[in-house]
């Protein structure tokens, strides 16, 4: 269980916002297989404010995709507030403020991961948030912005004043990017540091690792990220490995193509059939992955309709079958 301010959420694992993959399909699939709270992509208060048609569409949720964060982008106050007044329209349970986003372009507009670098602006810009909304408010960080300034402790204690509700944090710092080992230790101090609920993100990829963050840690929950692409299956094997310590059974074939042609279908349903089905190109090589199916992810790449993806999924348990 975890406790974000007044949110009581029946699981210690959160579906971690992600650009680019966090939509409504992959939320609801990823609920299917029990996961308990999401969050949105990352949406850019400033994109927000000015009504942007894709960042609207970001947005977009339905009664079976809650409890539901929203995570906003940010740097200017004014805009914030404004963006926040923006969401208190839609039904979100939650919002998490980013700053922890490694990617040169929003970094490089003050944003995400560049006020780690700025603890009294991140603290200003989250008490603007927490002043202008009744939902519990979080932020997400990370270990720091590079090896020689890991300032996790000092930027939650910051966040905590500010009046957050809980903290995420990638126990990467941003010159890491995605690589190289999460430092478990920083997360056990922040934690230690703090009185609020603090949720480990990093190398949550499967069942053994993710109760590795909550041993080493000591965390209230763990955001699942990487761990999800094409294996929403992680949130009902890591609820039963944590009960049982057993290790977890993998899905059949005939399951992972039923979940394939489902995440195809939510995916046309909700971005038509063009989009939809170039959309799942990934996520059919995610699916496929350690599959001998070399030749069927090429072709899955250059798919275009919802009939040619469908027999490449069949043609996948065909050929893995035999
Ligand atoms: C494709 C991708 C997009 C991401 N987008 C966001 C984002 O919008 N907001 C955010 O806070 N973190 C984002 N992240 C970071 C993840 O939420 C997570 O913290 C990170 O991947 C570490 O977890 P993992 O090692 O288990 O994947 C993204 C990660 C990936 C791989």
């Known amino acids: 269980m975890l406790l974000i301010g007044q949110l009581r959420i029946a699981s210690s694992l959160v579906l971690s916002p992600m650009a680019g993959i966090s939509d409504l399909p992959f939320r609801l699939l990823n609920r299917s297989f029990g996961c308990e709270f999401a969050f949105t992509e990352m949406i850019s208060a400033n994109a927000l404010v000015r009504a ?6 970001m ?3 339905n009664t079976d995709d809650s409890p539901l964060g929203v995570q906003i982008l940010g740097n200017d106050p004014d805009v914030i507030r ?3 007044d923006i969401l208190s329209g839609y039904s ?3 919002i998490d403020f980013n700053a922890a986003c490694p990617v040169q372009k929003v970094v490089s507009c003050g944003e995400g991961a560049a006020l780690l670098r700025e603890p009294v602006k991140m603290q200003k810009l989250l008490q603007a948030i927490v ?6 408010v979080t932020v997400k960080i990370r270990s720091g912005w590079d090896q020689t300034s890991v300032n996790a402790v000092e930027i939650g204690i910051a966040a905590q004043d500010a009046g957050a509700a809980g903290l995420f ?3 990467r710092t941003r010159s890491q990017g995605y690589r190289g080992k999460v430092d478990y230790t920083i997360i056990r101090t922040v934690k230690e540091s703090l009185e609020i609920p ?3 993100s990093g190398d949550a990829l499967t069942p053994e690792l993710i109760r590795k963050m909550f041993d080493e840690t000591g965390c209230d929950g763990v955001a699942v990220a990487r761990g999800a692409f094409g294996n929403p299956w992680i949130f009902r094997e890591t609820v039963d490995y944590l009960k049982s310590g057993r290790t977890p059974v993998r899905p059949g074939l005939s399951e992972i193509a039923e979940t394939m042609k489902k995440h195809l279908d939510l995916l046309i349903s909700y971005y038509g059939e063009n989009t939809g089905v170039i959309l799942f190109r990934k996520f059919y090589a995610w699916y496929s992955r350690g599959m001998p199916a070399k030749r069927l992810r090429q072709q899955a790449f250059q798919a275009a309709a919802r009939d040619e993806m469908l027999h490449l999924i069949g043609a996948l348990q065909a050929s893995v079958t035999v």
């Open 82 to 84: 404004r963006a926040i």
């Open 52 to 57: 942007n048609k894709n960042t609207l569409k």
């Open 198 to 200: 603090v949720i480990g």
């Open 92 to 94: 979100f349970n939650a």
């Open 59 to 61: 947005l977009s949720a």
């Open 131 to 136: 002043s202008n909304t009744d939902l519990p």
């Open 169 to 171: 944090i990638h126990g």
